[in-house]
């Protein structure tokens, strides 16, 4: 396999209403799907389905969503042979998704956390690790050395961003963030802050890594390490849902750039996917 992916499972339960509910209310929805998700896996997916040879290195439970995931990876044709089980519950996720197709969620990790990532092997042929924030701390630096020593660069979605140190962000080839994700890195307090002024503060930050800042229906800023900043239109589509896209354009990515695209081809091939899969209606 040229790309090894590790991080969290999640069970995804995706509620459909007009709004987020405010404390103490219980608000009546329209729909609900039960759907395959953790970023780790959807990423997994997005790049197998783009022609990427992927493994996939994680934990999950052997209860019935725990089966009903793994079954998910084998059908993407992704490689399972390093996913780990466990005894407790599978990770899960709670989404409410809105009328606008924004939406809100919180994840549970459960058997994520019991992840041993002394056991994960990084095989002779992997060409790149995707890593992102969603397993127990650690996780990120010890797969990086790992990737370090096999000589296979490292791709970080930095999702979420809270626990992400300096450290982390050492040796990178590509570091990839949202708007929220890169303010909450760089320490910034504003909800809406620059992204030039944002990308140009991690470069800063990770001085050896492509740094890519995704801002949604406004397309993505990025730099080269040591160069100017650039910027790539979105696409415009009907939005039906964003849920689960930020994932899709990292999975894609990845696999155009071990398919030799540049970095601005990679990027716009990355929007194409992520454009598809929220025009979706799932």
């Known amino acids: 396999m040229s790309l090894l992916v590790v991080g969290a499972l999640h069970w995804d339960v995706v509620v459909q209403a007009s709004r987020l509910p405010r404390i103490d209310e219980t608000l009546r929805g329209s729909g609900v799907t039960y759907q395959f998700g953790g970023k ?8 197998a389905g783009a022609g990427a040879d992927v493994g996939f ?13 793994q079954a998910a990876l084998q059908d993407a044709g992704v490689d399972i042979a390093q996913l780990q089980a466990g005894a407790g519950a599978s990770g899960m996720s709670v989404a409410i998704l809105m ?16 992840f041993d990532v002394d056991a994960v092997q990084i095989p002779d042929e992997c060409r790149l690790v995707l890593l992102q924030n969603e397993m ?20 970080l979605n930095a999702a979420p961003a809270q626990g992400v140190g300096k450290t982390d962000l050492a040796h990178l080839h590509t570091l990839i963030v949202n708007r929220v ?12 802050p620059d992204p030039v002024a944002v990308v140009n503060g ?12 995704t801002l949604g229906g406004d397309g993505v800023v990025f730099a ?21 896209a930020g994932d899709v354009f990292v999975g894609a990515y990845a696999a155009a750039i071990l398919a030799g695209q540049s970095l601005s081809e990679a990027i716009q091939l990355g929007q194409a996917a992520a454009a598809a899969h929220i025009s979706q209606i799932r």
Request: without cysteine; aromatic residues 0%; proline residues 3%.
């Open 40 to 47: 780790a896996g959807n990423q997994a997916i997005a790049a």
């Open 224 to 244: 080269e390490p040591g160069r100017a900043v650039q910027s790539q239109a979105a696409r415009r589509v009907s939005v039906h849902s964003t849920h689960g």
């Open 181 to 192: 994700e890169g303010a909450d890195l760089l320490g910034i307090a504003d909800s809406a």
């Open 57 to 69: 290195a994680g934990r999950n439970g052997t209860d019935e969503a725990g089966q009903s995931m």
């Open 202 to 213: 991690l470069q800063e930050l990770a001085p050896q890594a492509l740094v890519i800042l």
């Open 136 to 155: 127990a701390a650690g996780v990120i630096p010890a797969m990086a050395t790992k990737a370090q020593r096999a000589g296979a660069g490292v791709i």
């Open 99 to 114: 009328e606008d197709g924004n939406y809100g969620a919180v994840i549970v990790s459960a058997e994520n956390h019991m």
